[in-house]
């Protein structure tokens, strides 16, 4: 196995999204393994077959059988600091968009566990995967956008393992809110504002981005937002609305 390189690596874990080929995950457990990536998980894979990925794999079955396999995103996610969604198209709803190089200064400010997110080869992410999603990322290319998934996996580990890495200026400051906590607080906010006249005339969808970015902003310990989180649920006994916490 290659040399695990800069210390963002072990840190960076990679999540595949309902992928569809195993020989995908097989060459994505590939990537992994050359680039010392922190580890592999799979989020609802269809009709996966591990021995035809662990043969897609050489040197790297122990990554296909360390693989964590998950039903949702959130729980593939739900202790990273930072969450990075993969695209080849644009979107709606305003989700900022980098390139590998901003990438990696955006690695190197955010201490914590980092997932870069991959969807299925044929539809990519949907706009609910993307909503765990603090960044996207989109590889350059010369024409054709849409890379083959294992192919998208090496050369984002190309990069993690090849570009230095500078001293996080995030240190010293709390760590952003783990992305399970934030969802949380997300699902607990949405269901107060359903019971307000607020979203008879605002989407859905932009109320949900506009509060994501504002938590996605908050320097906060997660002891004071699991404070939030108890007052939410005190406000919505009190309106008498069924507390179903989500997430964190």
Not at 169 to 192: T, V
């Amino acid at each position: 196995m290659a040399d695990p390189g800069p210390a963002r690596c072990p840190r960076v874990r990679f999540v595949l999204v309902r992928p569809r080929s195993p020989g995908n995950v097989g060459g994505v457990a590939r990537a992994v393994a050359n680039h010392g990536i922190g580890g592999l998980v799979l989020v609802d894979p269809p009709a996966y077959d591990p021995d035809l990925a662990r043969w897609m794999a050489p040197n790297a079955a122990h990554v296909v059988e360390g693989a964590e396999i998950v039903a949702r995103v959130e729980d593939a996610v739900a202790d990273c600091a930072l969450v990075v969604g993969t695209t080849s198209r644009e979107r709606r709803f305003g989700w900022p968009v980098v390139g590998p190089a901003e990438l990696m200064a955006r690695l190197d400010q955010t201490p914590g566990t980092i997932a870069v997110v991959f969807g299925p080869e044929d539809t990519g992410l949907s706009n609910e995967d993307l909503r765990l999603c603090d960044i996207l990322l989109r590889l350059p290319t010369a024409s054709h956008p849409s890379l083959n998934l294992s192919m998208a996996a090496a050369v984002i580990g190309a990069w993690l393992i090849g570009a230095p890495e500078r001293p996080p200026r995030a240190l010293g400051l709390a760590a952003p809110l783990p992305a399970g906590l934030r969802a949380g607080l997300m699902h607990d906010g949405m269901e107060l504002l359903a019971q307000t006249d607020y979203l008879r005339s605002h989407s859905p969808e932009q109320a949900h981005s506009t509060l994501f970015r504002l938590l996605g902003g908050l320097q906060v310990e997660a002891s004071q937002a699991a404070a939030l989180r108890g007052m939410a649920k005190a406000i919505k006994a009190r309106m008498g609305v069924a507390f179903a916490p989500r997430g964190g």
